[in-house]
């Protein structure tokens, strides 16, 4: 073994800016930019020297401590995982309209690439769309929270995450304190639990019978602060190989929470996070240097916990054998041959190791912990092994998106990049069964040289019964590749380099997605938009129909459409009759293609961006109708300003209202005095650049007769109170400042007040049906010239009155409303729709 190697310090190799890491081999949809060799090699070697691992529990997407993992995982090698529990359906959406489960998919996805920058192995309790633990918006307690999600069901599946990865030490994201979201709140009450109860064999004894084992975390730390903490984690340590510290590079990972607004760029410089011992089963201190004081951290340390036991001596031995192993890989690096060298000298051990463990005298709890921190090590070694002989392989699909029963062809390819010749080198397929696939070629190669790739192609059969694609699924199809090296082998599980979805033979929009049907109106026919996309491979045809509710019409009956090509895009039109006599309520109208021997009722909405690559969300082609009575205005002309987070224009303009979205120039330069009214959408000061300019221009259109209509703002959006007419302040801390249960009582404390009586009569039965919040960012404190419409709050709290405040300015009306009109107009809510039209109707 080459031996006394130093570590090459690296200056201007390695630049920040590629800094957004991936695994060596592409994962399905790899968007963003790789590391690129030298760091690359280092983040693959560096876990070797340790055998410890760490937790972090979080409750949606973002909320990971970034920092700290990468300091626990980049800098110190750690095996760091972070669990999180739901998949933030619930929450906003900075980059695009999609909301609820749509908006889940893309935070896994964000929450994903951003793991992969960290190099953390990442886990979420959720498990499906529309699973219990949801993100159901703001809870005020973790009672709510565990009710809503079923207690048992969060449990559980945390405990068996905890027993799958037996982390030594266990961090959850928050503390359980009333400041704190619910959801931040369950989290750290079931992770503090689990603590004890990961280790007891009685605690869910159905994991032990799959062959899980209970497994007793060391030790639990909670968040902390500067005077009162145990260990503080020096998060703005530079690291020269990465050329950045580990506060920026846990920065890197968080702007790719792009659909929450994360990311903070952070100047070079000292920086902690601070952390307190809340529960340890080893010896303490007041003040720890560091999270594993008293717990194995090298395998030497493994070691001299094993030396006592009957046959601990050997054991001992090839634990300490491996312990030099990783510190003669440490010393060859740079030189990429060298570490290669050392890496399969450690596999051949590591394999002796773990040959030795399974047959040695140890109590079975050592063996399985033994056993299981030496796969981590099997694992951290094929990835090392790759990068240090510049090994590059890929699983490329000749198409991503397959129906059933297609057959298509996948290629595999194998690339040396590095000056270690490999031999035996070996290309397959996985897929999932009742799939065929059959080798085009060979699969097997003797060797494979400098700059040379080898390649094999397979056919590969979709089954008629084949289950359609799940965003939160594996992928199902992965490739293996395997080549020896120095003696030994390494093996490689492949993603694919896009998305492979199976998705249905048709997919079907309709436009509508959601209507109001107005019961004074039921004889108004409803036009349907259905717009088909073939994903057949070739040419097809189908039959359209809509299927609706009894005594409903359609005309007409059905529809053919014929495609020539795959992705071929038609459209074709109904025509929707409900009865006379419709009665209020929802209903629903399921669009159909026939055709291809199958039928399909599903719509597939393409989730498609730049940082997250493409994915799917297959959904029922549905046409929800909501029935209530409604007066809308004749005539009235509304302007829209969008922050692009809302899309209440739409529905409006489903109701018969002239919408018309304004445009930065025509805020600043337009005649603003033609629209009867203007609203602003939720947020618009901070992400519509050209507002705070022109408000003078908007509060000069109020004063000429306008009707201005703002919705809620953040205090971080740019509000001012000074923005409106009459100075507004907006309540801070926000959970403070805002009423979460949507089924809260609401005071209409002006009954006589226009919004609430024209042109439709408010009743108390319109503020029922309301889904996820009643309101957000409520004022605080505001000028005495506002009238105070309502009173809320959330069960046994005070109430709200500064929700909706509305206030003569001028010749026109100025109106400011915190409830949260984005959820309840596309769910339809009548008595939002009803509310709002007339909001906007005032000065009429």
Known sequence: MKKGKSRTRLFSIVTLAALVAALVMPAAVQPVQADRGVVDLWKAIKPLTTIASAMNTGAHPD????????????????????????????????????????????????????????NVTLGILSEDIDDPIYDFGFSKSPEETLDKWGEDVAYERLIRKIRQLRPDVLIPAFLNEESTHGHHRAINVLSVKAFEDAANPDVFPEHVKQGLLPWQVKKLYVPANSDDY?????????????????????????????????????????????????????????????????????????????????????????????????????????QFAEVAREVHEMKQHLEQAIANVKAAQLDETTRADLLHRLAVKQEQLNRASAEAVSFVARLKPETGELVAGQTTTMTVTAYNGGSVKLNQVELSLHVPDGWKVKPLGPTQFAELGYNQTVSAAFQVTVPNDAPLFHPYKPSAVTAEVSYAAFGSKSTLIVQPVQTVAVLPHFSLSLDPGAAVLNTRKADQPIPVHVTVRNYNPGAAASTISLVVPDGWKVEPAVQTLAFDRKGEIKSVDFTVSPPASVEKGTYTITAAASGAGTTSTLRTEVIDYPHIGRTYLIQPATLTIQAFDLIVPEGLKVGYVSSGFDNIDQYLRQLGIDVVELSAKEMETGDLSRYDTIVLGIRAYGFRPELIP????????????????????????????????????????????????????????VPDHPIFNKPNKITAEDWKGWVQDRSLY???????????????????????????????????????????????????????????????????
């Open 778 to 844: 409520n004022a605080s404190a505001w000028s005495e010239k506002y009238t105070a419409l309502i009173s809320l709050g959330d069960p046994g709290e005070k109430e709200f009155t500064g929700t909706f405040l509305t206030a003569p300015y001028g010749k026109g009306t100025y109106t400011y409303s915190t409830l949260v009109w984005y959820r309840q107009i596309p769910e339809l809510v009548p008595g939002a729709i009803r509310m709002f039209v007339n909001m906007i109707s005032l000065n009429q």
């Open 694 to 749: 022109s408000n003078s221009r908007l509060l000069q259109y109020v004063e000429n007769g306008g009707n201005l209509v703002v919705q809620y703002h953040k205090p971080s959006d740019n509000w001012k109170p000074d923005l409106a007419p009459y100075p507004i302040t907006i309540g801070e801390p926000s959970i403070d400042w805002r009423v979460t249960d949507e089924n809260s009582n609401v005071t209409m404390l």
């Open 230 to 334: 145990s260990v503080r984690v020096p998060t703005g340590d530079y690291d020269e190989i990465y050329g950045a510290s580990y506060l920026q590079l846990g920065e890197e990972s968080r702007f790719l929470h792009k659909s929450q607004g994360m990311g903070r760029h952070y100047d070079e410089g000292p920086s902690y996070n601070y952390y307190k011992l809340e529960k340890s089963v080893v010896p303490t201190k007041q003040k720890e240097t560091d999270f594993f004081e008293g717990i194995a951290f090298t395998f030497d340390d493994l070691a001299n916990e094993v030396v006592g036991q009957q046959d601990g001596p050997m054991v001992a031995e090839e634990l300490r054998a491996l312990h030099k192993d990783a510190e003669e890989v440490i010393a060859a690096f740079p």
């Open 63 to 118: 909320d990971e401590h970034s920092a700290t993992l990468a300091y626990l995982s980049l800098g110190r090698g750690v095996d760091t995982s972070s669990i999180i529990a739901n998949r933030g359906e619930g929450g906003q959406n900075e980059i695009g309209s999609e909301l609820f489960n749509a908006l889940g998919v893309i935070r896994t996805r964000e929450l994903e690439e951003a793991s992969r920058v960290t």
